[in-house]
């Protein structure tokens, strides 16, 4: 009968071929990185890409502000002509129908008013509402960043390219958020038509849009069809 003492339990751990850990090892455990992403590196890249996202959107504005700024002739009176030749120098477009035609030498969209009176008339509006004279002259700059909108054939409304701000085809700016984030609507220049019914526009003038008016109610003129040019 043996009189050894049985190991104790170190000894038997140590025997059986098992090392205990030490504190260093568990540390460099903890920070070994295993296949994947851990959650902090995921976040990081989430904020990252968001960051990127947003100086993305911030460049393309202010691009196209500097563009639009630069862009065209510099500030004060231009000939349009009559309306006659208006409508032969957009013969593409239904600007007798309302349709805003873009001019770039006045960095304006002219547009009718009222079509159904078949022209513009003799007078002046140093306020670029232009109802008297039957045409309006609008800043070809988005007033949220200075983006150029496009006009829409589908609706007859101008829309901007840059954050989705929508305004009828007078430059009236929709409300709600769906519509964009202008908090006015677009800018308007004066306006003159001479004894020979030619019209003027002076960009030098400039007349800050009206606050946005809700769809459904007087002042916004309804599009022609829903979310055209989407």
């Not at 829309?159 to 769906?178: M, N």
Request: proline share 8%; charged share 20%.
């Amino acid at each position: 009968m043996s009189n050894s003492a049985p190991p104790s339990e170190p000894d038997a751990r140590l025997s059986s071929g098992i090392r205990p850990i030490r504190s260093p090892a568990i540390r460099a455990d903890r920070a070994r990185v295993v296949a994947g992403f851990s959650r902090r590196t995921l976040i990081r890249r989430a904020l990252g890409t968001a960051l990127g996202l947003w100086a993305v959107e911030a460049l393309a504005g202010t691009v196209g502000f500097a563009w639009s700024a630069a862009g065209g002739a510099a500030g004060g009176v231009h000939r349009i002509g009559t309306y006659l030749e208006f409508l032969a120098l957009n013969g593409s477009l239904p600007v007798g129908e309302g349709f805003p035609a873009y001019v770039a030498e006045a960095r304006s969209f002219v547009v009718v008013i009222a079509p159904e009176r078949g022209g513009w008339f003799q007078g002046e509006d140093a306020t670029g509402d232009g109802r008297a004279l039957n045409v309006r002259a609008l800043s070809q700059r988005c007033p949220h960043l200075g983006c150029r909108p496009n006009p829409c054939l589908e609706d007859f409304w101008i829309h901007c390219p840059c954050h989705q701000s929508r305004y009828d085809r007078l430059g009236t700016k929709v409300d709600g958020v769906r519509y964009g984030p202008a908090a006015r609507s677009m800018d308007r220049f004066a306006v003159k038509v001479d004894k020979d019914g030619v019209l003027f526009v002076d960009n030098s003038k400039v007349t800050l849009g009206p606050l946005p008016i809700a769809l459904g109610r007087p002042g916004v003129i309804p599009p022609l069809v829903e979310n055209g040019c989407s």
